[in-house]
């Protein structure tokens, strides 16, 4: 197994965010997708994200060059028999993430590690599909990939040391900082982070403040970047509704009831900067 070679299954704007960092690291990466039209995508996706490293000094032509050749792209899981470590970034659908795992661990190398980038799912449930649930581990990665610091590690109840130490060690080569967790719903990134944006919906379905107030006070007050309500637009008000719902079904707790506010733009099909609507409106 060649240690700086890495597989990714589902080449959207995740892996190939994840197949860009490893590339530009030095590592070998096979890049994979159902969807030929989605790898040329990326692979475009990631000339683009590269050449404007070199526009801003951060890299070399010939750099750029040789990080672009070590990207191999392909459609058959099968090509990733033989790797130490392949991330998962398909689509946020447990039977989806099930049906690539369960073809994985029949195609690769019983020592490989399989890595879910899943921002909701438990990765303990994703690991009972295979016959190495030790080897299964959550990789956690943000978006913008290229510009986001944290990988949240995320240890299964079966998950082994080695597992966690390969992901630990390959999050760092790419230049992010690595947290490890215990599997619970929402891991701490979605745990804390969908509860406050739906807190700053229900301030704003009570008529406390208004969306750019609200968003102010978390920005000049708690020094946020953005404040929670542009955030959920750029996040997604569909991905934040799942979230919610995620942690209201597993803790059973009525603390975490979506708000209704959230719910009713949903349904409206505004989604946030996606749809060009969400809690704010935006230029299509
Ligand atoms: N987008 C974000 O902000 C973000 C942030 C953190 C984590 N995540 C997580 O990362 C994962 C991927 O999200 P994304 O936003 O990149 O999704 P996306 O929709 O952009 O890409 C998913 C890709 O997976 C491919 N795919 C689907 N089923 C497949 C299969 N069976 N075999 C091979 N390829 C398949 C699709 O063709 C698509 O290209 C999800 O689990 C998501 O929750 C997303």
Redesign the pocket.
Known sequence: MDERCIGI???????SGVAQVAAQAGYQVIL????AT?LEK?VAGIAAGLASRVQRARMTEAERAAALERIQTGSA?SDLADLPLIVE????DFD??A??FRTLDQLVSPETVLA??????PVTELAAVTSRPQRVVGM????PVPAMRLVEVIRGLATDDHAVALVTRVAEDLGKTPVVIKDSPGFVSSRLLAPMINEAAFALMEGIASREDIDTILKLGANHPMGPLELADL?GLD?CLHQMETLYQSFGDPKYRPCPLLRQLVAAGYLGRKTGRGFYEYAQ
């Not at 970034?89 to 946020?92: H, M, S």
């Open positions: 299954v589902g080449a959207g704007i995740m892996g994979t997708d159902m969807s989605q990326a899981l970034a398909v689509y946020e989806v993430k049906g690539v879910s980038n899943t921002s909701t799912l956690h990665f943000f978006n996040i991905i």
